[in-house]
Nanobody
Framework: QVQLVESGGGLVQAGGSLRLACAAS????????MGWFRQAPGEEREFVAG???????RYADSEKGQFTISRDNAKNTVYLQMNSLKPEDTAVYYC??????????????????????WGKGTLVTVSS
């Protein structure tokens, strides 16, 4: 079955950076829109960033250039570069995939209409 495996999480001090990676297997990677989501303790899961197979990106309005999403279709991997991290960025970060053919509206980009596959997440903890 399809697997999405996140890596790169950990403990970092405020102001630091982390690069998350999500390796996908058992799917045709270029057929999927890839997204990063996060869930902080006691909060609902929220959209962070997404990228289409050809590289078109979308970010949550709150990020203000703090995060950069990218993908390597040859490696079946999507990345999230996170800079200037703040304690409020502490969360479990999830990778998700959605078939490109179903991306039509902003709700699709943001995951509001559901994603097809999810990873198990990687924890990012930002200390003050």
């Amino acid at each position: 079955q399809v697997q999405l495996v996140e890596s790169g999480g950990g403990l970092v001090q405020a102001g630091g950076s982390l690069r998350l990676a999500c390796a996908a297997s058992r799917l045709t990677f270029s057929n999927y829109y890839m997204g990063w989501f996060r869930q902080a303790p006691g909060e609902e899961r929220e959209f962070v960033a997404g990228i289409r197979w050809m590289g078109v990106t979308r970010y949550a309005d709150s990020e203000k250039g703090q995060f950069t999403i990218s993908r390597d279709n040859a490696k079946n991997t999507v990345y999230l570069q996170m800079n200037s991290l703040k304690p409020e960025d502490t969360a479990v970060y999830y990778c998700a995939a959605k078939r490109e053919s179903t991306i039509r509206t902003m709700a699709d980009y943001n995951g509001y209409n559901g994603m097809d596959y999810w990873g198990k997440g990687t924890l990012v903890t930002v200390s003050s």
